[in-house]
């Protein structure tokens, strides 16, 4: 039980790590694409501005987060060493702050993103933990 908690805790932190760090190195190697449309949904979160959502930066998140939450339910199946409950909780953490940034970012985004990506994170982190039976 305490490796499943282990397993979880990693498989969050590790994902919250690679996906953020992701985000500053896409900002920094593009500031003027990327790094500016992060930076004017910052803003518009913060005032309550205006914001238009860049499709390719939006299908670059889903993709990015389905290859992210495959690594975390991997990494947390490795730690606790089982690959059917710890991916699971993990997915339905994800997917909890996930539904939580629908919340804060609804009137910015698409639904289309909103459903998608939130609906990729319990499939990815499972298929991620079934991955360790192979490795």
Same mark, same amino acid.
């Given at each position: 039980m305490v490796r499943i908690v282990l397993g979880v805790i990693a498989g969050f932190f590790a994902w919250l790590i690679v996906w953020v760090?992701?985000?500053?190195?896409?900002?920094?190697?593009?500031?003027?694409?990327y790094g500016a449309h992060q930076l004017a949904f910052q803003?518009?979160?913060?005032?309550?501005?205006?914001f238009t959502a860049?499709?390719?930066?939006?299908?670059?998140?889903?993709?990015?987060?389905?290859?992210?939450?495959?690594?975390?339910? $991997?990494l947390a199946a /490795? *730690?606790?060493g089982e690959n059917k409950r710890t991916p !699971?909780?993990?997915g339905f953490l994800l997917m909890?702050?996930?539904?939580?940034?629908?919340?804060?970012?609804?009137?910015?985004?698409?639904?289309?993103?909103?459903?998608? $990506?939130t609906?990729? /994170? *319990?499939p990815m982190t499972i298929m991620g933990?079934? !991955?360790k039976t192979t490795a």
């Amino acid at each position: 039980m305490v490796r499943i908690v282990l397993g979880v805790i990693a498989g969050f932190f590790a994902w919250l790590i690679v996906w953020v760090g992701s985000e500053k190195i896409l900002s920094a190697i593009w500031p003027e694409w990327y790094g500016a449309h992060q930076l004017a949904f910052q803003e518009a979160v913060e005032n309550g501005g205006q914001f238009t959502a860049d499709t390719t930066i939006l299908l670059i998140h889903i993709v990015w987060g389905s290859i992210v939450s495959v690594m975390s339910g $991997f990494l947390a199946a /490795l *730690i606790a060493g089982e690959n059917k409950r710890t991916p !699971l909780i993990l997915g339905f953490l994800l997917m909890a702050f996930g539904l939580l940034k629908v919340v804060l970012s609804w009137a910015y985004v698409p639904i289309w993103y909103h459903v998608i $990506f939130t609906a990729i /994170l *319990i499939p990815m982190t499972i298929m991620g933990g079934k !991955l360790k039976t192979t490795a």
